[in-house]
């Protein structure tokens, strides 16, 4: 049995489908079944399903029993309702490793993140760090993948430039400064990355970098995205000091920020890899071009960002 936690978020319900259409027994660990039902990412799927959650250590003993190999993929990149970084993305991953430890599961893929370092001043990469450490010294028979950004149907990379696009009928920002780079992965390479591993044990005890094909400025990839669309705008680079102003206002004001002031202090990270080790796994990995971009993303009306801003 494989468990994978946060199985109906984005990276981990293609993990998800992968084992399941692979015909492996899989446990797909949520905190809430009714919810991971409703948005219908799991629809369909012979899995098994266990509700847990990282913060209780208590609801995890359950969620390890009989299990072979975890995929830890649960962290939040934006912290809203008290849900702190170092609780969710450190602590429960502490959480995870001692469960694992206590339920006699050896095997352990942790999905980490390009730039993620305990060392840092920048609080999300902190956490993720923390925790890389913390599963490295585990004990376990441990992974780690550090992926660039993911992008693919649903992201929440390209699909946040195209949920401005209603909002800027002429022109549209650009964002950070000409240094920030990114190396844009597809979704199901990073999936196929982690289930590969699980039958490798030349990974053991490794962490992999993994970016996608191309590496790209953040005007580039809002470029790709607006071409992806159809919408032609007129592209102004904007200050990071404005920007800034703009992100924590929009902190104080909206229930659900697309950006927060920890989201953009990373661009100041970069998130390019060094040693990219995403052709051990994918031969062909798949490049954020327009024409890839294009099939997957929908028009966003006014209506739709400002409900997803407001949080409703
Ligand atoms: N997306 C990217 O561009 C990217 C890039 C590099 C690395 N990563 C890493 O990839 C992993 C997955 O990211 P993602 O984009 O797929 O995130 P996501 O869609 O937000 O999924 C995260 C999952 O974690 C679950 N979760 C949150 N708090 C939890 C808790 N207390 N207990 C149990 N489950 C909890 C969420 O469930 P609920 O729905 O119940 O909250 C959600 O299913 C993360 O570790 C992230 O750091 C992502």
Not at 51 to 70: I, K
Not at 110 to 116: D, F, P, R, T, V
Not at 124 to 141: I, P, R
Not at 247 to 263: D, Y
Request: charged residues 20%; proline residues 6%.
């Amino acid at each position: 049995m494989i468990l994978v936690t946060g199985a109906s978020g984005y990276l981990g319900s293609y993990i998800v489908h992968r084992l399941a259409d692979a015909g492996r027994p899989t446990r797909a660990m949520v905190r809430s079944r009714a919810f991971a039902q409703k948005e219908g990412r799991l629809a369909g799927l012979d899995i098994e399903w266990v509700e847990a959650d990282v913060t209780r250590p208590e609801s995890l003993a359950g969620a390890m029993r009989g299990v072979e190999a975890v995929i830890h993929t649960v962290a939040i990149a934006i912290e809203k309702g008290g849900r702190r970084y170092e609780d969710i993305n450190y602590q429960g991953t502490v959480n995870i490793v001692e469960a694992a430890k206590a339920a006699g599961v050896r095997r352990f893929v942790y999905i980490s993140q390009l730039g993620a370092n305990a060392s840092l001043p920048y609080r999300f990469l902190a956490s993720k760090g923390k925790a890389e450490d913390y599963v490295k010294a585990s004990g376990l028979e441990w992974t780690a993948f550090q992926p660039s950004v993911i992008w693919g149907p649903e992201d929440e990379f390209a699909n946040s430039f195209a949920r401005l696009i209603p909002l800027t009928p002429l022109i549209f920002p650009i964002v950070g400064d000409e240094t920030a780079r990114f190396q844009p992965i597809w979704v199901e390479d990073v999936a196929s990355c982690a289930i590969q591993s699980l039958d490798d044990r030349d990974t053991i005890g490794q962490a992999f970098q993994l970016g996608g094909p191309e590496i790209l400025t953040l005007e580039e990839i809002e470029r790709r995205t607006l071409q992806a669309l159809g919408a032609k705008r007129i592209m102004i680079r904007f200050p990071m000091p404005l920007l800034r102003f703009f992100v924590a206002l929009m902190e104080i004001l909206l229930p659900n920020p697309p950006v927060t002031r920890s989201l953009l202090e990373l661009l100041a990270v970069s998130n390019v890899t060094t040693a990219n080790a995403i052709d051990r796994f994918v031969s062909q990995p798949r490049p954020f071009t327009a024409e890839n971009v294009a099939p997957y993303m929908r028009q966003f009306r006014v209506k739709d960002t400002l409900a997803q801003f407001l949080g409703r």
